[in-house]
């Protein structure tokens, strides 16, 4: 129960910051530190999240993925 309540509590922070931030017109370059930074809040709050983020990418242009390590977000 409390795990589940932590865990809830982790994406409210993180969906916090990408409500608060998020910006119309964004470039995705610009939507991609966004995202970083709402998932850097949550890794730096919870030594569960886990060592780094995947981020999937989808344009018009297609998809990339890539992969940010703890240590490259500042941690």
């Given at each position: 129960q409390m795990i589940?309540?932590?865990?809830?509590?982790?994406?409210?922070l993180s969906i916090g910051i990408l409500e608060a931030e998020y910006k119309p017109g964004m470039t995705v370059a610009a939507g991609e530190k966004l995202v970083e930074k709402a998932i850097r809040n949550s890794i730096s709050r919870?030594?569960?999240?886990?060592?780094g983020i995947d981020i999937l990418t989808i344009t018009k242009d297609g998809a990339k993925e890539k992969y940010l390590e703890v240590k490259e977000l500042g941690e």
């Open positions: 589940m309540e932590l865990l809830e509590l982790e994406c409210l919870d030594v569960m999240s886990g060592n």
